[in-house]
């Protein structure tokens, strides 16, 4: 089972750069990791998706080590509207190697 | 193009009554998903289909069943409603599982009393 381990809550304040590492020691060869973004009373977003070293989009990026056992959602320049849960998700629910899962996330409170 | 639509937004069951939760994508994709979100925890998988008539359970069945006839839907069933199944639904849909992102809709906030 792709397991993942996050914190349970990050503080920040505007501007500054926050990273959240998720934590997949249980990762398959196969597997990406995507992360998301849920606001209150909606579903969540994607973010970001990736598999190996590095992805950079426009809104963050995702660094993964060569064994591939964490990652780092990072984000630039936070804003009071990323407050909210991020999820990273690894992996497929249709494998073999089990169903992956969404933890419980990390509560990213942004203060002015 | 409007995503993924679940209907009803809110809802409230008694013990022991039946409902099916209704979810649609536009977007053609080949899998979907149901999920419940409790309080201030993470998503659960309940269940998923990888195409039409193709479902599988997740981790939390019990209570639930699920059918996709066609590719556009993927409706939810509770039959004996009870407590513990009072929970935001979310439904999501994605072109592939692996390496493709999900989309989710907005939720159905469901209470049971």
């Known amino acids: 089972l792709a397991k993942t381990t996050q914190p349970i809550s990050m503080d920040s304040y505007e501007g500054q750069e926050v990273n959240i590492t998720c934590s997949h020691n249980n990762i398959a060869t196969n597997d990406y990791i995507t992360w998301y973004q849920q606001f209150p009373s909606q579903g969540p977003r994607f973010i970001i998706q990736g598999y190996k070293t590095k992805v950079t989009n426009e809104v963050a990026s995702l660094f993964i080590p060569a064994d591939r056992k964490s990652s780092t959602l990072s984000l630039p320049r936070v804003s009071l509207s990323d407050t909210a849960v991020y999820y990273c998700l690894v992996g497929a629910h249709n494998t073999n190697a089990g169903k992956s899962t969404f933890g419980d996330g990390t509560t990213l409170t942004v203060k002015p | 193009n409007a995503g993924v639509t679940q209907t009803p937004k809110f809802r409230i069951l008694k013990i022991g009554q039946s409902m099916t939760l209704q979810c649609t994508q536009d977007?053609?994709?080949?899998?979907m998903y149901w999920y419940r979100q409790d309080p201030g925890m993470g998503l659960k998988l309940i269940y998923y289909s990888v195409g039409a008539g193709i479902t599988d359970k997740g981790e939390v069945p019990n209570g639930y069943n699920v059918s996709r006839s066609t590719t556009e839907d993927f409706p939810l069933r509770l039959e004996l409603a009870a407590p513990s199944q009072t929970s935001v639904y979310f439904c999501?849909?994605?072109?592939?599982?692996?390496?493709?992102?999900?989309?989710f809709g907005d939720g159905t906030r469901l209470s049971i009393l």
């Open positions: 999501a849909s994605s072109y592939r599982d692996r390496d493709q992102p999900q989309h």
């Open positions: 977007m053609n994709h080949n899998y």
